[in-house]
Structures are given as C-alpha cells and as structure tokens.
C-alpha cells in the first residue's frame, strides 16, 4: 500500500541507549519531516528534509540526527536516549508541503 | 517562530449540534492545512486553504481561510459520533516545508 511506513510501533529504551526509528514513503514526494507529540503540546517539529541529501533542523533537534541518502528513506537517530524523549513520533512526507502532508501511524517511545 | 493557537482544546457535544473551532496566529501562512487523528493513529489531512477568504467544503465540514491568511476556522454542521477525533490546524511558510502546527481541538461527539 502507499504511504509512509515507519518501524517500530512500539520501543522501550534504557537512558543512554541509542536507536534507529526508520521512516519510509514510496510516494516519490521530496519533502519528509520528523514530528514528536507530547500530550497538550500538539505535533512539534524534529527535522526536515526537501530532498535526498539535504536536511535541516526544526523546534526541537536536540538529542536527534538525520540523514536523507535516498528519496524514500528518512531514519530518525537517537544518539543517547533520555526520559524527556519519552514521547510519540511521527513521520511525514509530502509533494509540496504547502498542499499537505501524510502521515505514518507512528512510533511510540518510552524512556526508562 | 510563528505559533498557532488553536481554541477550544476540548469540547464535547451532543449528536446534532453544530460547531467550531478556531486557528488564529499573528504570521501570515501560505497555506493553512487541517488535520483529524484518532487515537493509536497519525494525523489524516482533511483539506488546504490557500486563498486569503478561502472556503472550503467537505460534507458536514466547512473551512474557511481569513482574509489575512493569519487565521482559520472549522465548522461541523449536525455533528455525528463518527467526527470525534482530534483536530489539528497546521501553516505553511511559501516553501511548504516546514509545519507549525497548533495545539489541537479534542472533539468528543455523544449519541
């Protein structure tokens, strides 16, 4: 099926560890984007990218690194993980951004 | 940074009510996207509004864009329990790539 595919739906980490959260679209769309969402703070923006090789950071890109070496991928790096990324994390891809973006069903991530 | 406030956060209303929810900011966005998330799930794009005094319709839904492309609202006509959900305002810059999205509205629709 088409859309945005991300792995896992669900992990736990101990403070410190570091892990991958992969994010795949087969929708050929050039801009992707990480989100977290924490309960009454809506969706916050992590990093983006407006095509293979080019990314930037958003709100909150502390404690994160990406890398885009392909239109369809756009994996989410946690370099040592802590309590406060304890948190929901979604992935999005779009055309042209300005005309909407769809949305993995998401990674839940807790910290312990 | 641009913020978008987003008003009510919750509301919960009785099957056959109309309402609205508000997205008011202080930037001009170029575009001003709407979003619906259920639980477990990711946000789900409803519609764009790119005109300033823009309004769209969806069935039961209607959109509309100020004219000074800072604000936007949505209003359900004879609401049903199949809208509850939570929506979600976004605003683009021009270049579309970075969303700012808004708190969002708690819907709960009661039978």
């Known amino acids: 099926n088409a859309g945005v595919t991300q792995t896992p739906k669900f992990q736990v980490l101990k403070t410190g560890q570091s892990m991958t959260l992969q994010c795949a679209q087969d929708m050929n769309h050039e801009y992707m984007s990480w989100y977290r969402q924490d309960p009454g703070m809506g969706l916050r923006l992590i990093h983006y990218?407006?095509?293979?090789?080019?990314?930037d950071q958003g709100e909150v890109p502390n404690g994160y690194n990406v890398s885009r070496s392909t239109t369809e991928d756009f994996p989410l790096r946690l370099l040592s993980a802590a309590p406060s990324q304890t948190s929901v994390y979604f992935c999005?891809?779009?055309?042209?951004?300005?005309?909407?973006?769809?949305f993995g069903s998401g990674t839940r991530l807790t910290v312990v | 940074t641009q913020l978008l406030e987003q008003s009510p956060q919750f509301l919960s209303i009785q099957e056959g009510e109309n309402l609205t929810v508000y997205c008011n900011s202080s930037s001009v966005f170029s575009s001003l996207q709407w979003y619906r998330q259920e639980p477990g799930e990711g946000p789900v794009l409803l519609v764009t509004v790119v005109t300033g005094g823009e309004v769209k319709k969806l069935k039961r839904l209607t959109f509309q864009f100020g004219d000074a492309r800072k604000d936007s609202s949505l209003h359900i006509t004879a609401a049903q329990p199949g809208d509850t959900g939570l929506y979600l305002c976004?605003?683009?810059?021009?270049?579309?790539?970075?969303?700012?999205f808004g708190e969002g509205t708690q819907l709960t629709v009661n039978p």
């Open positions: 976004a605003g683009a810059p021009a270049s579309g790539s970075r969303l700012t």
């Open positions: 999005a891809s779009s055309f042209r951004g300005r005309n909407g973006y769809t």
């Open positions: 990218s407006v095509g293979a090789g080019i990314t």
